[in-house]
């Protein structure tokens, strides 16, 4: 009878121990799992990070890379990768630039024309357009604003082309998805939305979107430049200029 319930006991630890053990193996099974879910996602955050100063400048092969470039010599503070990522207008319109407000052509480039560059991180980017030698990229601002942004493929290499903008040759590749969305909050509200203009931190210009379709209107007048960019495309008419 002793006997009977000395294995009835034993039985009983032992299936308790078992018991035991599964769900310890259960728990330990979970901190792994989590463990390794956590490290994962960790390392692809890593891998993810914008390192300013491990990012090469020059040669970018589309406008997303050469804005990449150009966010990360601004935020570096490198006048001379500034200018790399620039293209022959654009450093030209600089020069005017600075020669109207009395300042270096590295003070006028110190953001590379473009609000974008203000933020400590990398900003968000969408809508990449690119025809014949021209390209566009939006680039949300701090204000959550989206800056149609525009480049030219000069010498082998995509640049900003704030200075092609402003001199009447550059040729914009299709809508931005910024303006479309804006057209058609005009066409609910039947109201007008302002547009931030790329080049708004540098001359006084006002864009809006018109309410039945029409073009955009750049308020200044730009000194004609020499025509350095070696571009393909046609040239347009589209901007007046003093020579």
């Known amino acids: 009878m002793k006997s009977d319930k000395k294995k009835t006991v034993e039985n009983e630890v032992s299936s308790v121990t078992k018991s035991s053990s ?20 960790w390392w692809y955050s890593k891998s993810k990070t914008f390192d300013i100063n491990s990012q090469p400048i020059g040669n970018a092969k589309s406008p997303t890379e050469a804005y990449k470039m150009l966010f990360a010599a601004v935020k570096t503070k490198n006048p001379e990768k500034i200018k ?18 009395k300042k270096t052509v590295e003070e006028v480039l110190a953001n590379g024309f473009t609000a974008t560059t203000f933020q400590e991180n990398l900003p968000p980017m969408r809508d990449e357009r ?4 021209f390209g566009a990229l939006e680039v949300q601002n701090k204000d959550k604003v989206w800056e ?9 290499s995509w640049k900003i082309a704030i200075g092609d903008m402003f001199k009447g040759s550059y040729q914009k590749p299709g809508i931005g998805q910024s303006v479309k969305e ?9 109201n007008l939305i302002p ?3 790329a080049n708004a931190n540098n001359a006084n210009v006002e864009m809006i979107v018109p309410k039945n379709g029409g073009t955009m209107k750049n308020v200044p007048n730009i000194p004609q430049m020499k025509n350095t960019a070696n571009t393909t495309a046609p040239k347009t008419n589209s901007a007046n200029t003093n020579k």
Do not use: R
Request: no cysteine.
């Open 22 to 41: 599964k769900n310890l193996y259960a728990i330990l099974g979970v901190i792994l799992v989590a463990a390794l879910i956590g490290g994962g996602y």
């Open 130 to 133: 690119i025809k014949d030698n």
């Open 148 to 156: 149609d942004l525009p480049f030219v493929l000069e010498n082998g």
């Open 195 to 197: 547009l931030t203009p």
């Open 84 to 101: 790399l990522m620039m293209s022959e207008n654009s450093l030209g319109f600089a020069e005017f630039v600075g020669s109207q407000q």
């Open 182 to 190: 804006q057209e058609a909050a005009n066409s609910v509200d039947n």
